[in-house]
């Protein structure tokens, strides 16, 4: 299929490292491998703020974004999509946390959906329900379309997935309403298929001795036979 690669990246506004952000996103839209590309916690609020280095590459990528809001400022999301795709459909289904494109190759005219997941941390039953809620409702639109889901979730569904071996309160929160939608849509983990054992984390936290795999792909089971790997990676920026 190509490379799909997401990054939450924190933001790239203000912040002392925001040169060197901009640079490996850079670095990243000038491999060719790279088909899509999805950075969460961008905490741009409109696309004036998208750095010019980035926009350097309308010529190669379809550049969609659903930006963080007012009352929501450490979310916001762009989806970097090669021009070898036709992007078809675009949807905000909660602005800078959950963003559908359905796309279609150029090339086999196969389509798929793809979308881009910013979970929210320490939030209560009521609230987790309600992005569960919008996330089943626009899965259930696709049927039995091919689904790609990439996102930083800041939950896991398994002790595995955390050092710690046990489940935050946010985990708690999210897990039994995450679960019921991977079977309900055939939701599969990527890496944990090709690696059911293997203890890789994607978070490391600062200062803290924190581990988890908060960051996710998973694929619908009509197009996981075309994923031939997965690899994490934790960069601190």
């Not at 995450?178 to 055939?186: A, D, G, T």
């Not at 203890?199 to 994923?227: E, H, P, V, W």
Request: proline content about 1%.
């Amino acid at each position: 299929m190509g490379d799909i690669i997401q990054c939450n990246i924190r933001g790239v506004k203000t912040e002392n490292l925001r040169d060197q952000k901009v640079q490996l996103v850079s670095h990243i839209l000038s491999n060719n491998k790279t088909r899509v590309l999805s950075l969460q916690e961008t905490r741009i609020t409109n696309d004036n703020q998208i750095p010019k280095d980035w926009l350097n590459f309308k010529h190669l990528y379809h550049i969609v974004s659903s930006n963080a809001t007012e009352i929501d400022p450490g979310s916001g999301i762009i989806v970097f999509v090669k021009k070898t795709e036709d992007v078809l459909k675009t949807n905000a289904y909660i602005l800078g946390r959950f963003l559908h494109l359905k796309l279609l190759n150029q090339a086999s005219l196969e389509e798929f959906n793809f979308f881009s997941f910013y979970g929210k941390s320490n939030i209560n039953m009521q609230s987790a329900k309600i992005i569960s809620k919008k996330l089943d409702e626009s899965f259930e639109k696709c049927e039995n379309q091919k689904i790609i889901l990439c996102g930083d979730f800041n939950f896991v569904t398994s002790m595995i997935d955390r050092n710690s071996s046990t489940f935050t309160n946010t985990d708690n929160t999210y897990r039994n309403e995450w679960e019921q939608i991977e079977i309900k849509y055939n939701l599969i983990d990527v890496f944990r298929h090709h690696y059911p054992k293997l203890r890789n984390y994607t978070f490391n936290q600062s200062g803290g001795s924190s581990k988890s795999r908060i960051d996710r792909f998973y694929a619908s089971g009509n197009c996981l036979g075309r994923i031939s790997k997965t690899k994490n990676e934790s960069k601190i920026l």
